[in-house]
């Protein structure tokens, strides 16, 4: 793959048609991503909306016949499906798709972060992508610090099926309570955990996360104390959101989708950008 877009696209939450649409923006023809186009879609596909097992069949369509053009991570609510259900959920998706995103799973096709990088030399910018984003505690205690976003992308990937416990740690969104700045990936609350967590702390490289966004989109507010909402542009038409901190840029991109979608929304567009793998070179 030659440098080009990378598209974050975030929560889709069931919503078949809103990715169909949005890929279509993109520049997909006929279920085929264009040649200067990689996706990263940060989980969540299921649940809320009306079509799941249709968003799960779509992603499938496109990890099989573009691979490496389509990275797909793992939200909390694909965990369901993979391990022991770590909270009710009224909705199920049925047994095929079920299966398909436990395939993903065992082939490391669905996985807990991916790294981007964008621009070059002095100007370049590289960002870690999570479902829910990597908070200052779990980087300092689970990670040991990695100064890199491919190491600290490759290190939480090595966790699949080895530390789950440690991959899966809930913070304040499942069990409730004080916020806690060492949640997990897959479960930081945007404002209390993730973005609180690197107060006074430098970045050692940008972010792009789903999950939850210190904008709440369906109240049209900020949540969170003013220290941290005073960091936040907000991008209402994209439903997108940037926290401007020392040493980088976390980039919130969950639209926010209930049982209907929420509108307008944009995936967040990298341009001149690549995936890197393990060794820091294009995937």
Do not use: C
């Amino acid at each position: 793959m030659t440098r080009g877009r990378v598209a974050v696209i975030g929560d889709l939450a069931g919503h078949r048609g809103e990715l169909e649409r949005e890929l279509a923006r993109l520049g997909a023809r006929d279920d085929r991503l264009p040649d200067d186009l990689t996706v990263v879609q940060v989980g969540d596909l299921v649940h809320r909306g009306p079509d799941s097992e249709g968003v799960v069949a779509l992603v499938d369509h496109y990890l099989g016949t573009q691979p490496g053009r389509w990275h797909q991570l793992v939200g909390n609510h694909e965990a369901q499906y993979l391990r022991e259900p770590a909270f009710d959920w009224p909705e199920h998706i049925d047994d095929q798709a079920a299966e398909t995103l436990a395939g993903w799973w065992d082939a490391r096709a669905m996985v807990p972060a991916v790294a981007i990088r964008a621009g070059h030399g002095a100007d370049a910018e590289d960002f870690l992508v999570t479902h829910a984003g990597l908070t200052a505690g779990f980087w300092k205690r689970a990670l040991d610090r990695p100064g890199e976003a491919r190491l600290a992308a490759a290190a939480l990937n090595s966790f699949a099926g080895r530390h789950d416990d440690v991959l899966f740690a809930a913070g304040q969104m499942l069990g409730g309570g004080k916020a806690d700045h060492t949640a997990g990936p897959v479960w930081a609350a945007a404002a209390s955990e993730l973005v609180a967590s690197w107060l006074g702390v430098e970045l050692p490289f940008g972010q792009v996360h789903g999950h939850s966004t210190v904008m709440d989109w369906k109240h049209d507010r900020l949540r969170g104390e003013d220290e941290v909402t005073t960091l936040v542009t907000v991008d209402g038409e994209a439903a997108v959101e940037i926290v401007t901190m020392p040493g980088g840029r976390i980039v919130g991109v969950d639209p926010g989708h209930g049982a209907k979608p929420r509108t307008p929304w944009r995936a967040f567009v990298l341009d001149d950008a690549e995936v890197l793998d393990d060794a820091g070179v294009r995937s």
